[in-house]
């Protein structure tokens, strides 16, 4: 069996608490007893093989169903209600076969679909007898990238026992940093704590209220709980870490951080998803220099852009021409400086913006606006420009409601303190105040 080294865990941790669903617990006797149960369900109405899309959360069932499919062959496609707007456009392009969606009450509904589940990635893991996972990600064009994985190495890798903490659930079932917090912590006896949505107070809220030790979350989380002072109305005295990535963490918010919670270990983390996660050290707290890789990884640096080459990097795309080099690495398009064995991930190369000919990376100049105690949050991007190519905007929140006579002087403030901390080039030469800082719905920058 694939998962036997789940099911010989939880069985030797039968009382213990496992999962925490709506304030409610369920131990590990109830996993195992659920994922046997969901197994004959599985038997009878989906065959080995079938592109299924589950439509979920972290929730009990839908934990012990995922794992029942990936005994039984299925070629998994979580999804959640954060694409609900693209929910169409990704099951055409996975060809699902089957949807499982989970109700409130986490009861399940089976509805066949018109996909056939037909791509050559497909029978590749049909021909071995493996399950498979589809993640969607986000192309530079904005169109989306599904990336076909064998769930057997991603699962491998918890074979080898680790720490076990209380772990908030904060990344998502349909992203593969969530889908690496659950099956770490389920691999280790630890408890996996889910939440009812992830706004700083609930996602604190339940810290406290369950004694969370580790915080898996995104820099733009950790800003929104800075500017909203949620950290100052929970007792957070449990945490024993954060780990914090999918996007740039910008220093200054990582200083602040760790000044406010000195006892915290602070961890970057570094994943995608095409390789999966990969193991990571951070220089120091207050560092952004990042060791990365582990067992099963490997690293070099490009070009200034990091590869990677990796046994849980997925097979390939459904939608999209093969990413990898000739000798097999995938490039991550993320540039990065090397200092000896430690990485500074500066940005997406699909994020730079080219102010004739020299490079702007959007996290360097946030992290300069945010400096400023009268700017609450920043978000930086490039526009078009007939002589400069393009030219450096920035979104930038006020920490406190302007009237309309004090934007200009607002204004003046932040560009300049951006002339006296950046190249010229660099310098924001248009600032819009708005009210509201921009984010998506998995808690990063929303560039425009």
């Known amino acids: 069996m694939f998962v036997d080294f789940l099911l010989k865990l939880w069985k030797q941790n039968e009382a213990r608490e496992a999962l925490i669903w709506r304030d409610q617990p369920h131990t590990y006797g109830w996993l195992l007893e659920n994922f046997e149960l969901w197994l004959k369900w599985v038997d009878e109405n989906v065959r080995p093989g079938v592109v299924v899309a589950l439509e979920a959360d972290f929730s009990p069932n839908s934990v012990a169903l995922f794992l029942a499919l990936a005994e039984r062959r299925s070629v998994l496609v979580p999804l959640t209600e954060s694409v609900r707007a693209q929910k169409a456009e990704f099951l055409s392009i996975a060809r699902c ?62 074979k080898l026992r680790r720490a076990a903490f209380r772990t908030i659930a904060f990344l998502l079932f349909d992203h ?47 800003h929104l709980m800075l500017i909203s002072d949620a950290h100052k109305r929970h007792n957070l005295s449990s945490l024993k870490r954060i780990a914090y990535g999918t996007e740039p963490m910008p220093e200054h918010t990582l200083k602040k951080i760790h000044e406010l919670l ?62 990898f080099t000739a000798d097999g690495w995938f490039d991550t398009g993320d540039a990065v400086e090397t200092d000896g064995e430690y990485i500074k991930i500066l940005g997406r190369t699909s994020e730079i913006i080219n102010v004739g000919g020299k490079k702007v990376y959007p996290a360097e100049i946030e992290n300069i606006l945010q400096e400023l105690e009268a700017v609450a949050a920043a978000t930086v991007y490039g526009e078009q420009n007939p002589i400069t190519g393009a030219i450096v905007c ?23 303190h951006c002339r006296q ?27 425009t």
Request: net charge positive; hydrophobic share 40%.
């Open 97 to 158: 076969e089957q949807t499982i969606q989970f109700a409130a009450a986490d009861a399940v509904t089976l509805t066949p679909l018109a996909g056939d589940g037909d791509h050559p990635l497909y029978d590749r893991l049909r021909e071995i007898g493996h399950p498979g996972l589809v993640v969607f990600s986000s192309a530079s064009t904005g169109k989306s990238k599904a990336a076909v994985h064998d769930l057997i190495p991603l699962l491998d890798k918890f």
């Open 394 to 416: 920035a979104d930038v929140t006020p920490s406190r409601p302007l009237a309309n006579s004090d934007r200009k002087q607002f204004v003046d403030e932040v560009k300049k």
């Open 262 to 323: 000195p006892d915290v270990s602070l961890q970057q983390t570094y994943g995608l998803s095409e390789v999966g996660v990969l193991r990571s050290k951070s220089k120091d707290a207050n560092s952004l220099w990042v060791k990365v890789g582990g067992e099963g990884f490997e690293t070099r640096v490009v070009g200034g852009i990091l590869q990677i080459k990796a046994r849980s990097t997925m097979l390939g795309y459904l939608n999209e021409p093969s990413p």
């Open 421 to 447: 901390r950046l190249e010229r080039f660099k310098v924001p030469l248009r600032i819009n105040v708005v009210a509201t800082y921009q984010y998506t719905e998995r808690f990063k920058k929303a560039r």
């Open 176 to 222: 593969l940093g969530g889908l690496n917090t659950i099956l770490h912590t389920l691999a280790n006896a630890g408890c996996v704590i889910t939440v009812k949505d992830r706004t700083p107070d609930a996602v604190l809220g339940a810290v406290e209220r369950h004694g969370a030790e580790l915080l898996p979350v995104s820099p733009t989380f950790l």
